[in-house]
């Protein structure tokens, strides 16, 4: 009796399904713990980069203000 219901291919799907279900879960709880603790940081290289793009579209140099929305802008990307 447990070994024909073993081999029927409906419980072995809603088996294996509940696997991969309870693995996927698992593996998210631990991806998502490590990209609350993430941060992002700018180098002074990173924000003249930024700086030159703004230049380079025929602009002049960023006022502060401006740079920090490019900042912002970068941050959301």
Same mark, same amino acid.
């Given at each position: 009796m447990i070994g024909? *219901? *073993?081999r029927e291919p409906l419980l072995q799907f809603l088996v294996l399904g509940f696997a991969l279900f309870a693995?996927?879960?698992g593996l998210? @709880?631990?991806a998502d713990a490590a990209v609350t603790k993430s @941060?992002? =940081?700018f180098t002074q290289d /990173? *924000?003249?980069q930024i700086g030159l793009a703004w230049v380079a579209q025929?602009? &002049?140099? &960023?006022s502060p =203000? =401006?740079?920090r929305n490019l900042v /912002?802008? @970068?941050?959301r990307e």
């Open positions: 024909r *219901l *073993l693995a996927y879960h998210r @709880r631990g @941060r992002i =940081e /990173d *924000l003249r025929g602009r &002049p140099a &960023p =203000e =401006e740079m /912002d802008a @970068r941050v």
